[in-house]
Nanobody, 120 residues
Framework: QVQLTESGGGLVQPGGSLTLSCAASGFIFNYGAITWFRQAPGKERQGVACIENKDDSTVYANAVKGRFTISKDAAKNVVYLQMNNLKPEDTAVYHC?????????????WGQGTQVTVSS
């Protein structure tokens, strides 16, 4: 089974930017879609951005639309999440996951996550 490893998190001031990476131990683009989701303490898991592997179409949560961009590098087997204009409410552990399509919330594989903290 493929393993996913997230990286790129950290502490950033409001308005700052981070780029998260999701590296896979195997070829992940056989899965239908790759999602970034986040979970903050005491809050439910929230899907943030998703990319369909069949046509590279993307879906974003309203809370991040216009600020976050999901992309992939098939040659490197990596999926990225570019996060701009970060807000304190973006603070969470960010995970990448594979699933059948962006409309499904049943994830097949996900990583341990990377912490993003937005604070002044």
């Amino acid at each position: 089974q493929v393993q996913l490893t997230e990286s790129g998190g950290g502490l950033v001031q409001p308005g700052g930017s981070l780029t998260l990476s999701c590296a896979a131990s195997g070829f992940i683009f056989n899965y239908g879609a790759i999602t970034w989701f986040r979970q903050a303490p005491g809050k439910e898991r929230q899907g943030v951005a998703c990319i369909e592997n069949k046509d590279d179409s993307t879906v974003y949560a309203n809370a991040v639309k216009g600020r976050f961009t999901i992309s992939k590098d098939a040659a490197k087997n990596v999926v990225y999440l570019q996060m701009n204009n970060l807000k304190p409410e973006d603070t969470a552990v960010y995970h990448c996951a594979t699933h059948s399509w962006c409309g499904s919330f049943e994830y097949d594989v996900w990583g341990q996550g990377t912490q993003v903290t937005v604070s002044s």
